[in-house]
C-alpha cells in the first residue's frame, strides 16, 4: 500500500491503516518537506507505478480528483476501526472513514470522499465522489451532496435537502434550504455568500 500526500491527513490515514494491520510502504509526494511519517518513508513522486495499492492522503477535493483521474492505481478504503458503518451502506474506492464516523443504512458514499471524525450520515444519503464531510457534520436522512463538495465543521443539514456540486458549506452553518451547484453557504440559518 502507499499513499498519496504527505500532510496532516495522511497522518489519520496513516493511523487507520495500522490500527488495521496495513503495511504502508511508501508515501508520494510531488514536494516532500521531510524524509518520514510515523517511520515510513517520503519520497518525491518521481517513480509512481501502475496498479499499486493506494489511498490518495490529500485534504483538497479538487487535487484528490486531479491525482485520481491521472493515475491508475488499486484505491483502496481507509475505515476506522472505531466508526460505525451500516452494513446496508455502499461506500466507493478511495474513501476514508476516521474514528466515531457514523454511516446509516442506505448511505452511499461515493469514490475519494472523505468522511471525518464523528461525522454523522443518516440513512439514505447520497454523496458523490470527492465529498468532505467535515468532523462533527451532520447530515439528516435523504441528503444528497453533489461532487466535490466540502461541509465543514460542525455544519448541520437537515431532512431531504440537496447540494449541488463544488459547493462550500461553512463551519456551523445550519442548512435547511436547498444549495446550487458551487454555492457558498454560512450562518444559521444558511445564507448564500458566494
Given at each position: 500500500m502507499i499513499l498519496f500526500g504527505a500532510s496532516g491527513h495522511a497522518k489519520v490515514i496513516l493511523d487507520i491503516l495500522f490500527l488495521?494491520?496495513?503495511?504502508?510502504?511508501?508515501?508520494?509526494d510531488d514536494?516532500?518537506?521531510?524524509?518520514?511519517?510515523?517511520?515510513?518513508?517520503?519520497?518525491?513522486?518521481?517513480?509512481?507505478?501502475?496498479?499499486?495499492q493506494a489511498i490518495i492522503s490529500i485534504g483538497d477535493n479538487g487535487i484528490?480528483?486531479?491525482i485520481a483521474e491521472k493515475y491508475t492505481l488499486q484505491y483502496q478504503q481507509a475505515?476506522?476501526?472505531?466508526?460505525?458503518?451500516?452494513?446496508f451502506s455502499e461506500i466507493g474506492e478511495g474513501t476514508v472513514?476516521?474514528?466515531?464516523?457514523?454511516?446509516?443504512?442506505?448511505?452511499?458514499?461515493?469514490?475519494h470522499c472523505i468522511i471525518n471524525t464523528?461525522?454523522?450520515i443518516e440513512h439514505d444519503c447520497v454523496l458523490e465522489d470527492f465529498v468532505h464531510i467535515s468532523p462533527n457534520a451532520a447530515l439528516a436522512g435523504n441528503v444528497?451532496?453533489?461532487?466535490?463538495?466540502?461541509?465543514?465543521?460542525?455544519a448541520s443539514v437537515i431532512q431531504g435537502?440537496?447540494?449541488?456540486?463544488?459547493?462550500?458549506?461553512?463551519?456551523?452553518?445550519?442548512?435547511?434550504?436547498?444549495?446550487?451547484?458551487?454555492?457558498?453557504?454560512?450562518?444559521n440559518p444558511g445564507k448564500i455568500i458566494k
Open positions: 488495521n494491520r496495513v503495511s504502508v510502504e511508501k508515501i508520494i514536494h516532500p518537506s521531510f524524509e518520514e511519517l510515523f517511520k515510513i518513508p517520503v519520497e518525491k513522486n518521481d517513480n509512481l507505478l501502475a496498479n499499486e484528490r480528483k486531479k475505515l476506522h476501526p472505531k466508526s460505525t458503518i451500516s452494513q472513514v476516521m474514528a466515531n464516523a457514523v454511516l446509516n443504512p442506505g448511505c452511499k458514499i461515493g469514490k464523528a461525522a454523522i444528497f451532496v453533489g461532487e466535490g463538495t466540502h461541509i465543514g465543521i460542525g435537502i440537496k447540494i449541488g456540486k463544488w459547493a462550500t458549506i461553512g463551519a456551523g452553518a445550519v442548512i435547511i434550504r436547498d444549495v446550487p451547484d458551487f454555492a457558498t453557504v454560512v450562518g
